[in-house]
């Protein structure tokens, strides 16, 4: 039985994803337990960072996925949020039930319902993607989220709610990261004195900022949830940034594929692990949405040199355009 756990007295803003605000700030004061008392509180005392989250809550399409001002206030959209969750509970489902098993599983038989539930899967990854152009509410009554749902048929609702959490907190850390390295008060600075910063300090800024907030989150991912949560919520908020370009490209950040690439490499992952698989299977939604096609081989030996080879088909497709 389908319950609604939407509750206006607790749940503020419109979207589905609210039911989620409060682990969401929970999550971002303790991405490891000391957080709060320590490293946030020296970033609001010597930054002078706003202490909560600012959620924005207006029914508009995607402008970015979360930013800091010079008023020192952590934002994310209430959009961008709904766009991360379709997209981690596509990515997941579709890789583990459509890619995953039907490849490890002994005469595998795909039921029905796994059918009809992929196609629910591509149904909400559209709606996701179509965020980015245009304002559209969700359909909850038929598309998978986190407020109405029945606990044991849609059993991978939870499961997305795990690595979304992670995947935000992800996000938010390295908003975070932004300021406690210094690069928004240089942001100021150099607004003020009419300089404009250079490209590459732009992209080391970034790279920095991923590097900042991937050593927090893997601190002590068992007091939120586990490793493996973590690392899915971590490569389900990069690949939401491949979708945002058009060519690969990511002009003044760091472009998508080698973000991805670059945190799959520090998670030192085995050749086989199911990351790399997810992250090819990002690749070629993407590839799909622009009506690209991979050279892809028939058989590789493991998803891992999959992923490489498509970084290479990338660097073409990135010298074309
Ligand atoms: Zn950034």
Known sequence: MKID??????????????????????????????????????????????????????????????????????????????????????????????????????????????????????????????????????????????????????????????????AVNFILVHELGHVALGHIDNDIESDTAGMKISNDTLLADEMDADNFSFDRMFLSTEHLTNNHTASVGLISALCSFIFFSTNMKGGDHPDPDKRLQSALEKLKLADEDNLWGLSCLAFKLWAMKHKLEFNWPQITDTYKDLFYLTMTELEKIKNKK
Not at 97 to 107: D, G, M, S, V, Y
């Open 5 to 166: 756990y939407y509750n206006p007295e607790c749940h503020k803003g419109s979207q589905p994803v609210r039911v989620l605000y409060q682990n969401t700030k929970h999550w971002f004061k303790y991405v490891y337990p000391e957080f709060k008392s320590t490293e946030l509180q020296e970033v609001i005392d010597k930054f002078g960072l706003h202490d909560d989250i600012n959620i924005i809550d207006r029914e508009e399409k995607i402008a970015c996925p979360a930013f800091v001002g010079s008023f020192k206030i952590i934002s994310i959209q209430e959009t961008f949020l709904s766009y991360l969750w379709s997209l981690t509970y596509s990515l997941i489902f579709l890789y583990d039930k459509t890619i995953h098993e039907p490849r490890t599983i002994e005469n595998y038989v795909m039921t029905s319902d796994v059918k009809e539930k992929a196609k629910k899967s591509h149904e909400l990854f559209d709606y996701g993607l179509s965020l980015l152009n245009t304002f559209n509410p969700w359909d909850k009554e038929n598309l998978p989220n986190p407020e109405l749902y029945d606990r044991v048929y849609d059993d991978y609702i939870e499961k997305a709610n795990g690595a979304y959490l992670h």
